[in-house]
């Protein structure tokens, strides 16, 4: 059995001069790499944990969508934060974006430093029923 696999890129995502993908799809699986809060022309839009928890969101449900995914195909989320005091807020926003029993796995962590100085990036794994 043969691979298929995509590098993904379209609408709504961040134009990026780094180099990696957005999203990669092997088959049934899509991987999205860490979205931040970043505008369509590829900058660092500052705000609060929350904000930029929204913005890093929305960038990464864009990543899913231009894959052919949706939210519900979610099964892995990996969220970094630069300070674990935001988590509160970070889980009531996961909980308005997620119903019950659709909330993906999660692993969350502080790390010591993001890109661009980012309070927030969220990474994660989608799969489709074949």
């Not at 505008?39 to 990464?60: D, Q």
Request: proline share 6%.
């Amino acid at each position: 059995m043969s691979n298929k696999k995509y590098i993904i890129t379209g609408k709504g995502l961040p134009k990026w001069d780094n180099p990696i993908s957005h999203a990669v799809v092997v088959n049934n699986m899509c991987f999205v790499s860490g979205q931040l809060s970043v505008g369509s022309n590829g900058r660092y839009i500052p705000g609060t944990a929350l904000e930029e928890a929204k913005n890093a969101f929305k960038n990464f449900f864009a990543a899913i969508s231009n894959s052919g995914f949706d939210q519900s195909d979610i099964v892995f989320i990996d969220i970094a934060f630069d300070d674990l005091k935001d988590q509160p807020e970070i889980d009531e926003l996961y909980k308005s974006l997620f119903p019950p029993n659709q909330r993906p796995a999660r692993t969350i962590y502080q790390a010591e430093s993001l890109p661009f100085g980012g309070k927030i990036k969220i990474t994660g794994t989608a799969v489709k029923d074949l």
